[in-house]
């Protein structure tokens, strides 16, 4: 099965989301990209243009888009979530550095990059 996706924030780490060749073998399609930075809107990223976060209610609707991708800074974070959430995101990867807050019915999963590599220093104790 294809899932569509969509991805809101689109500084360094978004950008590498969206180049990461690694999700469309595995059905999963970003389809569409969110900033609200205006020297970023209407950037091509890749095969995506970026639209402003004022389109998101639409462009979810019209892709038929199931999974939000969250790329934006820690204060931001639970906005751009909540916004998903009310658009009918039901699943969200979670990249920012925060624990959101989320209805039941939704699906969060949180990566903190940071945080893993905190707890593999663990085991370089050891050695």
């Known amino acids: 099965r294809k899932w ?3 991805l809101v924030g689109v500084g360094r780490l978004g ?3 969206i180049n990461y060749p690694g999700f469309t073998p595995e059905g999963f399609n970003i389809v569409a990209a969110f900033d609200t930075a205006s020297d970023e809107v209407g950037q ?6 970026v639209q402003p976060i004022g389109d998101l209610a639409d462009t979810i609707s019209k892709r038929d888009i199931r999974i939000g991708i ?6 931001q974070a639970q906005d751009v979530i909540d916004q998903l959430v009310i658009c009918g995101v039901k699943a969200i ?3 920012a550095p925060v624990g959101p807050q989320i209805p039941n ?3 969060v999963r ?3 990059p940071i945080l893993a ?7 370089l104790k050891s050695d």
């Open 105 to 107: 019915g939704v699906r």
């Open 15 to 17: 950008r590498a989301i």
């Open 117 to 123: 590599l905190q707890s593999m220093t663990y085991y």
């Open 70 to 75: 969250v790329a934006v800074p820690a204060t």
């Open 93 to 95: 990867l979670n990249y």
């Open 44 to 49: 091509s990223i890749g095969p995506l243009v």
């Open 110 to 112: 949180n990566i903190d």
């Open 4 to 6: 569509n996706s969509c």
